[in-house]
């Protein structure tokens, strides 16, 4: 909490009025505010606690490296204003979102705008508003930054072994090694600065030696020292578990190794999954139902079928991507009542769109409410309204505690 305080200048003009969070009674907690409130809710709960404890957790396992949040993962405002408060840069992806974070009252300097491929017009967008630090992986970029942007920090992000990793993305974006050199000479050729290296493991990585691989990669690249450039920059990009932090001393091992301290070196990350996914838990209610009285492949021929108010192409679009999720009802639940297999779809007309199969549950009614922890990454950010259904509104609550430890509570 010490080091929040030192870290909270911007949460003075904008908490809490503009911000539209609740501030829970002594004792109450989240999942309080979700008993209490749940008729009301048929929306995701957005826990402020969980993300500023992430928040803490990452300044204790890696405090060497400063998280620029990934906004694409969960742009919801309250998230961005509460990281930006909290002295977290942001990792933007395009005009949309720079100029989003720049609403909020980022500053530029802290905002990276990695993506290798962007449109020029978002480039100029940026070189506009002051946002210099910038990804690339190809000439083709290089020529449009010298003409969008010429006065550009370049970070030159290089392909890595993402095979550990459930989402993999050096088969899009990322150098290859062997051609970090000529792109290195074509920046100097364009008058471009190059001021240091990043790279994507993937998001969802199992493997702590994929991340000490790529650090020692892009020491490779440091140590090319070509054509003047001073690598000042290592951006190790995202790919943390939103859960736990299992790989904190490999990663801090391989900094000390490759890049200790007295380089000088500054050492960023783009992390979204790690702060988005476990802060936010979705409520939604059951619409409809059906029994299926001769299902064959079902003991007894008892089939039932409950539609959900979301799914995949609301806030469960990630299902669609071999991810699984384990609903659970909010009611308390007997262990003597029976047990029916149960299907759960989503709202939508579209047969793709089935939440949970082979679902062991009590009878559910329509107007019963389910619950689904840890929801917050990427889900919210990709939802769609296809036939019409709202996306889910979000509730941002935080505890008391949290208010006044922080000093919230005085503005
Ligand atoms: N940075 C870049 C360039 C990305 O493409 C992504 C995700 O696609 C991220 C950061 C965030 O990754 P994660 O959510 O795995 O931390």
Same mark, same amino acid.
């Given at each position: 909490a010490a080091q929040l305080m030192s870290k909270r200048p911007t949460m003075n003009d904008v908490w809490p009025d503009e911000w539209g969070v609740y501030i829970l009674?002594?004792?109450?907690t989240a999942t309080r505010f979700i008993d209490k409130k749940i008729k009301e809710l048929d929306a995701m709960v957005l826990n402020l606690d969980t993300l500023i404890q992430m928040h803490l957790k990452w300044l204790s396992y890696l405090p060497r490296v400063k998280p620029f949040y990934a *906004? %694409?993962?969960?742009?919801?405002e309250t998230v961005l204003r509460t990281l930006n408060a909290l002295g977290t840069g942001f990792d933007c992806a395009s005009k949309g979102e720079i100029s989003q974070v720049l609403s909020l009252g *980022? %500053?530029?300097?802290?905002?990276?705008?990695?993506?290798?491929?962007?449109p020029q017009s978002h480039i100029k967008y940026a070189c506009a508003q002051g946002v210099n630090l910038m990804t690339f992986d190809d000439e083709e970029e290089l020529q449009k930054v010298s003409r969008c942007h010429p006065k550009a920090k370049l970070v030159l992000r290089i392909a890595v072994?993402?095979?550990?990793?459930?989402y993999r993305l050096s088969s899009k974006f990322g150098a290859g090694l062997s051609t970090t050199g000529r792109l290195l000479e074509c920046a100097a050729e364009l008058g471009l600065e190059v001021v240091g290296v990043s790279f994507h493991i993937g998001s969802?990585?199992?493997?702590?030696l994929a991340f000490r691989q790529a650090i020692a990669d892009a020491r490779s690249v440091f140590d090319t020292?070509?054509?003047?450039f001073q690598f000042s920059l290592l951006d190790i990009g995202g790919g943390f578990s939103?859960?736990?932090?299992?790989?904190s001393e490999v990663i801090n091992g391989a900094l000390d190794e490759?890049?200790?301290?007295?380089?000088?070196v500054q050492v960023i990350a783009e992390p979204g999954r790690y702060y988005a996914e476990s802060p936010f838990t979705l409520a939604a209610n059951i619409i409809a139902k059906r029994i299926i009285?001769?299902?064959?492949?079902t003991e007894g021929g008892i089939l039932m079928m409950y539609y959900l108010s979301d799914g995949v192409y609301g806030s469960?679009?990630?299902?669609?991507?071999?991810v699984q999720v384990s609903p659970y009802l909010h009611r308390a639940v007997e262990s003597s009542e029976k047990r029916y297999r149960s299907v759960i779809w989503g709202p939508?007309?579209?047969?793709?769109?089935?939440?949970?199969?082979n679902y062991l549950v009590p009878e559910l009614h329509v107007g019963d409410w389910l619950l689904i922890d840890n929801?917050?990454?990427?889900g919210i950010s990709i939802s769609t309204e296809f036939n019409g259904f709202k996306r889910s509104s979000i509730y941002s609550v935080v505890t008391n505690e949290t208010w006044h430890t922080l000093n919230l509570s005085s503005q």
């Amino acid at each position: 909490a010490a080091q929040l305080m030192s870290k909270r200048p911007t949460m003075n003009d904008v908490w809490p009025d503009e911000w539209g969070v609740y501030i829970l009674d002594n004792e109450s907690t989240a999942t309080r505010f979700i008993d209490k409130k749940i008729k009301e809710l048929d929306a995701m709960v957005l826990n402020l606690d969980t993300l500023i404890q992430m928040h803490l957790k990452w300044l204790s396992y890696l405090p060497r490296v400063k998280p620029f949040y990934a *906004v %694409k993962c969960n742009s919801t405002e309250t998230v961005l204003r509460t990281l930006n408060a909290l002295g977290t840069g942001f990792d933007c992806a395009s005009k949309g979102e720079i100029s989003q974070v720049l609403s909020l009252g *980022v %500053k530029p300097e802290n905002i990276i705008y990695a993506h290798t491929t962007k449109p020029q017009s978002h480039i100029k967008y940026a070189c506009a508003q002051g946002v210099n630090l910038m990804t690339f992986d190809d000439e083709e970029e290089l020529q449009k930054v010298s003409r969008c942007h010429p006065k550009a920090k370049l970070v030159l992000r290089i392909a890595v072994d993402d095979s550990s990793s459930f989402y993999r993305l050096s088969s899009k974006f990322g150098a290859g090694l062997s051609t970090t050199g000529r792109l290195l000479e074509c920046a100097a050729e364009l008058g471009l600065e190059v001021v240091g290296v990043s790279f994507h493991i993937g998001s969802k990585c199992s493997q702590s030696l994929a991340f000490r691989q790529a650090i020692a990669d892009a020491r490779s690249v440091f140590d090319t020292k070509l054509l003047g450039f001073q690598f000042s920059l290592l951006d190790i990009g995202g790919g943390f578990s939103g859960k736990d932090f299992p790989f904190s001393e490999v990663i801090n091992g391989a900094l000390d190794e490759y890049f200790p301290f007295e380089s000088g070196v500054q050492v960023i990350a783009e992390p979204g999954r790690y702060y988005a996914e476990s802060p936010f838990t979705l409520a939604a209610n059951i619409i409809a139902k059906r029994i299926i009285m001769e299902d064959m492949r079902t003991e007894g021929g008892i089939l039932m079928m409950y539609y959900l108010s979301d799914g995949v192409y609301g806030s469960l679009n990630f299902l669609l991507r071999d991810v699984q999720v384990s609903p659970y009802l909010h009611r308390a639940v007997e262990s003597s009542e029976k047990r029916y297999r149960s299907v759960i779809w989503g709202p939508t007309c579209d047969y793709i769109d089935k939440i949970v199969d082979n679902y062991l549950v009590p009878e559910l009614h329509v107007g019963d409410w389910l619950l689904i922890d840890n929801i917050g990454a990427y889900g919210i950010s990709i939802s769609t309204e296809f036939n019409g259904f709202k996306r889910s509104s979000i509730y941002s609550v935080v505890t008391n505690e949290t208010w006044h430890t922080l000093n919230l509570s005085s503005q």
